[in-house]
């Protein structure tokens, strides 16, 4: 069984359209991660979610849109695509009262905006 | 300054010998420091983890912290090709956040 899972593996579109991926992890974890990694491979955070709650939102473009309907699910809509979205988004979860509190990742999902 | 800072590489290394990895970090109250590896195409997987001051061993991985030179560090004994990867330092500032440095992209050489 996949621990944590992301739809879809690939996307690619054009400017202007809007896109959603989806995440869920079957671990338990009280805690959801959305990281970009761009293509010299930095992570960089953009979301996270406790219980449901919104804990962590970096300097990401309002057309960057979490939600998390449940604390297994968190999904990632993007609004008005541009071609500097290209990147592979990764989502993740942890138990944060873990002694590691480790990030467990999905197996990305790579955006390509032409 | 960037707060998780690694050598970006590439760094090179024969079959057998001692891949050293380095990291260091801003935030004089960071808690606990991860070592992922990230193969191409893939995502990153946890080596190790550790939070106190010191060496940690596990198999062929040892990772070191000093917490005094915000510094953590990743050494791989008898190194194999299936060692590289780009590996990527992580560091929990506080509650739930964990950054990462850039990564070092490591090839081990048959």
């Known amino acids: 069984d996949t621990a944590v899972s992301q739809t879809p593996k690939y996307l690619v579109t054009q400017m202007g359209n809007d896109k959603s991926i989806k995440c869920e992890q079957n671990?338990?974890?009280?805690?959801m991660y959305w990281y970009k990694q761009d293509s010299k491979k930095f992570l960089k955070i953009m979301f996270s979610?406790?219980?449901?709650?919104?804990?962590i939102n970096e300097t990401v473009p309002n057309r960057f849109s979490p939600k998390s309907p449940d604390k297994a699910h968190l999904n990632l809509h993007i609004n008005s695509l541009e071609l500097g979205d290209s990147a592979v988004y990764f989502c993740?979860?942890?138990?944060?009262?873990?002694?590691?509190?480790?990030?467990?990742f999905g197996e990305g999902s790579r955006l390509t905006v032409l | 300054q960037k707060e998780v800072e690694q050598n970006s590489g590439p760094l090179s290394v024969p079959e057998g010998a001692i891949a050293s990895l380095n990291c260091t970090y801003s935030?004089?109250?960071?808690?606990?420091f991860f070592w992922y590896r990230q193969y191409s195409g893939k995502s990153p997987e946890l080596i190790m983890f550790?939070?106190?001051?010191g060496d940690k061993e596990d198999g062929r991985f040892t990772a070191q912290l000093n917490k005094a030179s915000q510094y953590v560090s990743l050494l791989i004994r008898d190194s194999q090709p299936s060692d590289s990867a780009t590996y990527l330092c992580?560091?929990?500032?506080?509650?739930?956040?964990?950054?990462f440095g850039e990564g070092t992209q490591l090839t081990v050489n048959p």
């Open positions: 935030d004089r109250g960071s808690q606990s």
């Open positions: 671990l338990g974890h009280d805690t």
């Open positions: 993740a979860s942890s138990r944060v009262s873990a002694v590691s509190g480790e990030l467990f």
């Open positions: 992580a560091v929990r500032t506080s509650g739930s956040r964990l950054t």
């Open positions: 979610y406790n219980n449901k709650e919104l804990i």
């Open positions: 550790i939070y106190s001051n």
